[in-house]
């Protein structure tokens, strides 16, 4: 499996692997990095990393928008559940506190994700979680989208760093 750019030099810093947004983007989601819910059954997720410029600088003030299922492996079609935007801080750093999602019928665990650097383009991707039975029959997963992802306490953590052309 490919890691997650590490940006380490100029010449390796490929934009991150491009994914179709799915049916059930919404916009003008609210600003929040937080999608946990009071009295779910669910496990607990905190998604973090940097998002980086194609020369290997943190992007500050970056816009990512997420979006996923819930616990049951339904999308909220009518309202904000499961879905949120933020801005990286002033060393490009994020952190998303929300759940791991359910299985959507016919896909594998994932992520939606659009990021983008201020005044740049939108990179619209999907992120995935490594292990998981489905991502060999999933045909839409790219294991370099996979997020490093460990056990912590209350739940799991895990990161990803993007890499948009700024």
Not at 60 to 86: K, S
Not at 88 to 101: F, K, N
Request: some cysteine.
């Amino acid at each position: 499996m490919t890691p997650t750019p590490a940006c380490a030099t100029e010449a390796d810093s490929q934009p991150t692997a491009a994914q179709t947004e799915g049916p059930y983007f919404t916009p003008d989601s609210p600003e929040r990095s937080n999608f946990r819910e009071d009295g779910a059954e669910s496990v607990p997720l905190v998604v973090s990393g940097l998002v980086y410029s194609t020369d290997c600088r943190p992007v500050p003030d970056a816009l990512i928008d997420v979006w996923h299922a819930d616990a049951a492996g339904e999308y909220d079609n009518r309202g904000y559940r499961m879905r949120g935007h933020f801005f990286t801080d002033a060393e490009g750093r994020y952190r998303l506190e929300t759940i791991v999602p359910g299985q959507y019928p016919g896909r594998t665990r994932h992520l939606h994700v659009k990021v983008q650097a201020p005044r740049g383009r939108v990179l619209t991707t999907q992120l995935y979680f490594p292990d998981e039975p489905a991502n060999s029959r999933d045909r839409i997963f790219h294991p370099e989208l996979t997020m490093a992802v460990s056990d912590s306490p209350g739940g799991k953590q895990a990161e990803f760093n993007f890499v948009v052309q700024a």
